[in-house]
């Protein structure tokens, strides 16, 4: 597919019937205790349960099972700090094929253990972009295997537009929904669904003071990539590519930062108010909601808990 050509709502919807079999239609759970706190309807569409622990595994099952046996033939390959390394590392054993995962040193424990427990082939790299290219490259070289990227990929961004499509499929009034950028390959595909539903729901991006090049971005109207982020929130460390830029642009509403204090603040919340944990990234949504109360108050407001893979021995609480 061409880097700015842009799926539609029926692209996602046959997403969502090819990987129905396979991914968890997750809950939406709700708190009267944050709703009080934060005077607002909080709905929270929770990926935090989905296979592998975070949405990665809906855009990586899409795109995995739309390839040929010849495809897979010689392995699948991607690069990832963490969730869509495992959610290629699943797909992959699912389909019968091997998986390389190149990981920067630094990606956290329990993510490096969730890829290695799917039985995929782990290679290091330094934690920079050049370096996960270079070798990502250099091992399709040696092996042939076919690169999924965790974002830039239009099924991949179909995959993920099923949260949105799940979330307003059951809960149609709501007023608008949150949700993390990254790459922004989730909230594409969120953007894409839930405005092909209701166009009249609003559907705002969240992303972290410290890795705000999506909000600098969308703000210019220009594509500004980020080098060296700085956030807790480590699944939001990725930049946004052409292709993720456009769609953003043309269905987002609108883009909100936070501080890293709202996102520890918050991700606390969830695991008091809700007893169910969730990873710094999928804080960020509610972050957008507690920096900017009177914005919310009174709304029905979907939030995307995005993952819930942490250290847990390593909390920032």
């Known amino acids: 597919m061409n880097e ?27 708190s009267s205790g944050l ?8 709905y929270f569409k929770c990926e935090n349960f989905q296979k592998v622990g975070a949405f990665k595994f809906r855009g990586a099952t899409n795109a995995v099972f739309l390839l040929s046996e010849q495809d897979i033939s010689s ?17 992959a054993r699912m389909r019968g094929a091997k998986a390389y995962i190149v990981m920067p040193y630094n990606s956290p424990r329990v993510k490096k253990r969730a890829v290695a427990g799917y039985g995929a082939e782990i290679r290091y790299c ?21 690169f999924i990227h965790a974002y830039d990929n239009y099924y991949v961004i179909c995959g993920q537009g099923t949260t949105g499509y799940e979330l307003i499929s059951d809960y149609p009034d709501l007023d608008v929904v949150i949700g993390p950028v990254g ?18 729901i609003k559907v705002l991006g969240a992303e972290p003071l410290g890795a705000d090049d999506a909000y600098r971005s969308l703000k210019s109207g220009k594509h500004i990539p980020h080098h060296n982020p700085d956030t807790i929130a480590d699944g939001l460390l990725t930049t946004l590519s052409k292709r993720t830029f456009t769609i953003l642009s043309e269905k987002l509403d609108d883009i909100f930062t936070v ?51 942490v250290d847990l021995k390593n909390l920032p609480f």
């Open 126 to 146: 330094e934690p920079d972009l050049k370096a996960r290219e270079d070798t990502t490259s250099e091992i399709i070289k040696q092996t042939g295997a076919t």
């Open 35 to 42: 709703n009080e706190i934060f005077g607002a309807r909080l």
């Open 4 to 30: 700015l050509t842009i799926p539609g709502l029926p692209d996602i919807e046959s997403a969502y019937e090819r990987i129905k079999p396979y991914v968890h239609k997750t809950p939406v759970y709700t």
């Open 183 to 200: 790459g922004g390959g989730l909230m594409s595909g969120i953007a894409i669904a839930v405005k092909g539903l209701k166009p009249d």
């Open 259 to 309: 501080s890293e204090g709202s996102i520890i603040k918050c991700m606390q919340l969830i695991w008091e108010r809700m007893k169910i944990i969730v990873e710094p990234s999928s804080a960020v949504s509610l972050a957008v909601v507690s920096e900017n109360p009177g914005i919310f108050k009174g709304l029905k407001v979907g939030l995307i808990l995005s993952g819930g893979n």
């Open 75 to 91: 392995g699948l390959i991607t690069h990832s700090s963490g969730n869509h390394a495992a959610a290629l590392a699943l797909a």
